[in-house]
């Protein structure tokens, strides 16, 4: 299992608690982005490409605290940007852990170690380090765009592991991923002692300077991930929802729940979601009251929504489906007992991946060409 009971069961509490009371667009996580700017130029990424100005920016320790407050969600995510550049970062985790939030600390881990070497944090039950892995050292080098990433992050681990604190892995697949090599990449963050996995499929992000490496087809994602989840080894474990899990594998279809993950940044409350940009609120109220839901999701017909099946907007969905009824729950006993889910039709798809071309340039679509990778450091990002 790659999450605790007591946070499970935080968040059972919190979810029913919101049902009982008839709330149906309640948060669950809370995407805090407290600067846009990293050390890294990661091609899929559309946050450095903001203008200087911009990435200079930061949120306060206090508006962190404001916007955790107002939209009272059990669990707060911080990515970026790369949060472990923010001068405040220690502050701004400690206020949330004294608050009782479960924080996920999204990090390249490039500084990882020389924080905790530091002493900057301490571990505790309500902080994990979800560390940006992108597969393979092969692989996740050419994600990132830097050669030695892989190995900086794996030593970050490992630091982190054998000090006590919680760590979690963050994996975003693209088109042409290769799902033979997501598996040995199972196998070797299972290895460095992780707690959990999380994976997501990559979509479509309009400031993202890679655009053709995203996954566009429902089929194909579910194919690939059919492929990655099924036959499954029991040693892998993962941290996200089981059911969310069997929805990428095309074993169950869940329709978006956008609010469920609600993103606050240097702009304010983001709608609907942070794949779209559809302007800001100024409060979580706003935010809640006034998007039109019901104009996002497969549902709805709008073409930005019809091939995605991000975690951001799919997870609170299977979440709340645990929780909405008995067979939500006895379906999610079920996926946790029985998780192999042996499928010879997959099995034979791998093996036959095998035998196809793979690597990284294939694995993005060879849509980085020209842009060699760069040696590792700690320099700022600062786009134009």
């Known amino acids: 299992m790659g999450v605790p009971i007591s946070q499970m069961w935080t968040v059972a509490s919190y979810v029913l608690k919101q049902r009982l009371k008839g709330n149906r667009h309640y948060p669950l996580v809370l995407m805090l982005e407290p600067l846009f700017r990293c050390n890294l130029a990661c091609a899929g990424c559309g946050k450095i490409q903001y203008p200087a100005h911009i990435l200079k920016r930061q949120l306060t320790p206090e508006e962190c605290f404001k916007a955790v407050e107002e939209c009272g969600a059990p669990m707060v995510s911080i990515p970026g940007g790369e949060p472990l550049l923010h001068a405040q970062i220690g502050e701004i985790v400690e206020g949330l852990v004294a608050r ?130 099924s036959n499954r080894k029991r040693r892998w474990k993962f941290n996200q929802s089981v ?25 304010g409350w983001q709608k609907p979601c942070y794949l779209l940009q559809d302007g800001y609120a100024d409060t979580f109220e706003e935010l809640i009251k006034e998007t039109k839901w019901e104009n996002f999701g497969q549902a709805s017909g709008n073409p930005a929504c019809q091939q995605c099946m991000v975690h951001s907007g799919y997870e609170s969905s299977a979440v709340n489906h645990t929780f909405a009824s008995f067979g939500g729950m006895f379906a999610t006993l079920k996926a946790m007992v029985f998780n192999t889910y042996a499928n010879p039709t997959a099995q034979r798809r791998l093996d036959e991946e095998k035998t196809m071309p793979h690597g990284p340039l294939v694995h993005l679509g060879l849509t980085v060409e020209g842009k060699p990778m760069g040696k590792p450091s700690n320099e700022v990002v600062h786009a134009a």
């Open 243 to 267: 059911l969310y899990i069997e929805h990428l594998m095309g074993m169950r279809h869940y329709e978006c729940t956008p609010w469920g993950m609600p993103t606050y940044n240097l702009f």
């Open 100 to 229: 009782k939030k479960y924080v996920y600390l999204c990090t390249n881990a490039l500084l990882l170690k020389k924080k905790l070497e530091e002493g900057l944090f301490q571990p505790s039950k309500y902080l994990s380090f979800s560390v940006h892995m992108d597969g393979q050292e092969e692989h996740h080098d050419f994600a990132v765009c830097r050669e030695g990433t892989f190995k900086i992050a794996s030593e970050a681990i490992r630091m982190a592991v054998g000090q006590g604190f919680r760590v979690t892995t963050n994996t975003t697949l693209f088109d042409g991923a290769d799902p033979n090599s997501v598996r040995a990449f199972f196998d070797e963050m299972m290895d460095l002692g992780v707690e959990g996995m999380m994976v997501s499929p990559g979509y479509a992000y309009p400031k993202a300077a890679d655009q053709k490496g995203f996954l566009r087809e429902r089929k194909k994602t579910h194919e690939l991930f059919e492929m990655i989840f």
